[in-house]
């Protein structure tokens, strides 16, 4: 079974620029999360993707960050403008439905704004 | 409180030692509790979930207390290749999202 595919790797961006990444889930997971992870810390819920409705974005900063998922498959995530403590790697996650049995994460996008 | 809290690390403990890793929680309707292991720089893998009557996988027991909201990790004899921080997700009932703890490091030193 293919994993969760993430694209960029690594992303440099400099201070109000924009930035988008792209996720493409696990074959057959209905739902789709991006967290966000700073360095020392847990990852954070940023937006829960059930096919193709969001189910959850309560912490998504909405003002400078935004999700889809057209067609319930990839998604993609922006952020516009950036700002230096936006500096975290972005993992994407799948699951069957709820996410009972746990998530896959994919391998996430480091980035950094300077 | 935040929502799911977890023992401050780092843990450096000797190759062969036996070492706990604690969580609470703060939704007592939790439904789902797990264990995620993160090597350096890698995303987040699911190490073991955590049933009410407790469960062994090998080496790692995961226990269970509903009453005082609170999870535990036990590794024995513990090998180099379990140097990672070790993520406790508590989820809630029907869509609700998986919340992580911060983690806990831990070093096994030869």
């Known amino acids: 079974e293919a994993g969760v595919a993430q694209s960029p790797r690594y992303k440099i961006i400099e201070k109000r620029q924009s930035v988008a990444f792209w996720c493409n889930p696990i074959s057959g997971h209905a739902t789709l999360y991006w967290y966000q992870q700073i360095l020392g810390q847990g990852p954070k819920l940023l937006i829960q993707?059930?096919?193709?409705?969001?189910?959850?974005d309560s912490q998504l900063p909405k003002d400078r960050f935004s999700a889809e998922r057209l067609k319930g498959v990839d998604s993609t995530l922006k952020i516009q403008p950036a700002k230096l403590e936006d500096s975290a790697v972005y993992l994407c996650?799948?699951?069957?439905?709820?996410?009972?049995?746990?998530?896959?994460f994919g391998s996430g996008t480091r980035l950094t704004v300077v | 409180r935040k929502e799911v809290e977890q023992d401050p690390g780092p843990f450096n403990v000797p190759e062969g030692a036996t070492v706990a890793f604690n969580c609470t929680y703060s939704n007592s309707a939790s439904q789902s509790f797990f264990w995620y292991r993160q090597d350096c720089r890698k995303e987040p893998k699911l190490l073991m979930s955590v049933y009410s009557s407790g469960n062994e996988d090998g080496r790692f027991t995961a226990q269970l207390n509903r009453a005082s909201q609170y999870i535990s990790l036990l590794i024995r004899d513990s090998k180099l290749s379990d140097s990672a921080t070790y993520l406790c997700?508590?989820?809630?009932?029907?869509?609700?999202?998986?919340?992580f703890g911060p983690g806990t490091r831990l070093s096994v030193l030869p």
């Open positions: 993707f059930q096919n193709n409705g969001v189910v959850d």
């Open positions: 997700v508590v989820k809630g009932s029907g869509g609700q999202n998986f919340v």
């Open positions: 996650a799948s699951s069957h439905n709820s996410g009972g049995y746990g998530y896959t």
